[in-house]
Each structure stands twice: as structure tokens, then as C-alpha cells.
């Protein structure tokens, strides 16, 4: 075989694979260290030393929630909604909101809405019916939040906390509903659980007397 007829030389082989490239959903942030600057038994607030997802050194502030948020809402037969109000001093008012309280590590969350209902209202449901998982203000810290609806209530052991000063209201959920819309309600749990009662309703995921007595139809 003469030079001119030997086979065109092979091509190289292809770089060896680095990764796949980053999803749109992939994490940017590099974080080089971690630090706890304070802590309770309820909070801890971390520094982190990290690269931004545009290259450069920064800082990030971090708290860390060492129970889950609980809120349940009981709703009786006629419609009405209990609510429950106290002076926050995180945000220096009064706030009218649905029983609420922190589910520890070992504590199932369900435990914790039946707990904080027969605590704060004076309330036992015979059903619970989880409605809402969300997390709350995720820029700065790792919260999460799960809602609860409660049905066929009876009477039980009011216990409010020694911290806890409250009162008690029975009204129509279409009440509870304009305040949470005219931002009488606050309370993000109240306001989101309220809400996606009134969408359960309104889609026919709730049975058909309870959504007439709520809505007043």
C-alpha cells in the first residue's frame, strides 16, 4: 500500500466527560464554611462563608427552625370557623389566627395540630384532613409549615401555653375569609389555610352541606 492509498488517519478521541452540565434547578451557590452565631431551643442562626452564583466571595445569613409550623383549622357544621388571637411580639400587635404552635423532632405533625387544637381552642376533631405544605420566607431560613383542616369537634382540655394570653372567636368562615382578605388576618398560616378551604369548597373537595353551610348557599 503507497502513502497515497493508506487510510485517512483516525480522528482524536473525544475529551474525557466532565459532568453533566448544570440543570436550571441545580444548586449555584458554593458554600466554603458554616458557623452557628446563635442559638435556642427554637432558632439557630448560621453564618456561611460562600461563592455567588456570579463567582464572587459573599456572606449569607442563615436561621434554622428546630420545629415544624403547625396550623389547623376548625370548621363546624353550621360553617363557622375557630379562631384564636394574641399579642406577637415579633411584629409588636395583636393577631387573630387559627391555632398554631412548633412539632419538635419526634412529634408527627398531626400530633402536633390535635395538640395545639385541644390546647389553644379547647378543641378534639374526630378528622383532620392535611391541606397545605409550605415553606416560609425561604430567602433566609428553612422553615416549613403544614395546615390542617379539622372536622366533627367536640369539646376539650383548654391548656394555652404559660407565654400565651388568648381569646377565642366563633365565626362564619366567609367572615374569617374577608379578613383574611381585607389584611385584618395576617397570620400567613391562617390567611393561606382559609384560602385553600374556600378553593376546596368552591371545587367541590368538601362535602356538599358543609360547603353550602361555609358559603352560605
Known sequence: MTPADAPPPSPPP??????????????????????????????????ADVVTPAGNPGIY???????????????EEDGAV??????????????????????????????????????????????LEQVLHMHLSNSVSDEEAFCFLAFDLRPGAFAPDET???????????AALAEALDGRITDSLTVATLLRAHHMATIGALPPELTRTMLGR
Request: glycine share 12%; with cysteine; proline share 10%.
Open 14 to 47: 473525544p475529551p474525557e466527560p466532565r459532568g453533566a452540565a448544570p440543570g436550571p434547578e441545580d444548586n449555584p451557590w458554593t458554600v466554603k464554611a458554616v458557623r452557628r452565631v446563635y442559638d435556642t431551643p427554637w432558632i439557630g442562626v448560621d453564618h
Open 61 to 75: 445569613g442563615l436561621v434554622r427552625f428546630k420545629n415544624r409550623a403547625v396550623g389547623v383549622l376548625p370548621i
Open 82 to 127: 375557630h379562631l384564636v388571637g394574641q399579642y406577637r411580639l415579633a411584629i409588636g400587635r395583636y393577631s387573630w389566627e387559627m391555632p398554631e404552635g412548633g412539632a419538635p423532632v419526634g412529634e408527627s405533625v398531626e400530633a402536633c395540630a390535635r395538640r395545639e387544637l385541644e390546647e389553644e381552642a379547647g378543641l378534639v376533631a374526630g378528622r
Open 164 to 174: 400565651e394570653v388568648l381569646r377565642h372567636r366563633r365565626i362564619p368562615f366567609l
